[in-house]
Every structure is written in structure tokens, then in C-alpha cells.
């Protein structure tokens, strides 16, 4: 059985700090983040605004996905992020 997988991309308020996660359940992990309930380095600078995220069938995919986007230079994820959402607006409430 597959299971859906998500790749995301968080920054904090000033947009100048940027985090790629992997999960199964989007909403809920960025419910997560937004709450600071998994301490580390999200909960450390702040990152709770949701700018960018991309969904798998597979879980698998979305975590090589996420090494791919891991592995890029923080202008490939700017790029990606300025693609997806020019405005960098938080996307949390559109996935809820």
C-alpha cells in the first residue's frame, strides 16, 4: 500500500531562514511547527510559515525529494519557493 507523502518548505517571519521536512500528513506537521510541539531547529528560529510544499503517491518519493532539495543551493530553493509562491505567503490555511 502507498502512502501519500509530502515534501515542504518553512521560513520564519523575515523569510531569511529556510527548512525542507518531509511527512505523511502535511497539515498536521506544520500544525506542528506552527505550535513549537517538536523542539530543534525549527522551533529554534522560528520557522513556522509554510511556503512551499510538493505531494507524492509515495512516501519514498517524497523522501528522495526532499534529499534532492536538501542537497541544492539555497538559491535552487528560493527559486522553487519564488515559482510556486511569488509572495512567499503562508500557505498553512489553504492545506487545512
Known amino acids: ?6 515534501v515542504y518548505i518553512l521560513t ?3 523569510n531569511n531562514v529556510l527548512y525542507a521536512g518531509v511527512t505523511s500528513n ?3 506537521r506544520i500544525y506542528e ?3 513549537k510541539i517538536i523542539k530543534g531547529f525549527t522551533s529554534n528560529y522560528n ?3 509554510l511556503v512551499y510544499y510538493e505531494v507524492f503517491e509515495d512516501i519514498v518519493d517524497a523522501i528522495n525529494r ?4 536538501k ?21 498553512y490555511n489553504s492545506i487545512i
Open 47 to 49: 520557522l513556522n510559515k
Open 71 to 91: 542537497a541544492g543551493s539555497r538559491k535552487k530553493k528560493i527559486e522553487l519557493i519564488n515559482t510556486f509562491n511569488s509572495d512567499w505567503n503562508d500557505l
Open 33 to 35: 511547527h506552527k505550535n
Open 1 to 6: 500500500m502507498n502512502k501519500n507523502g509530502y
Open 12 to 14: 520564519n517571519k523575515n
Open 26 to 28: 502535511l497539515a498536521k
Open 66 to 69: 526532499e534529499k534532492q532539495i
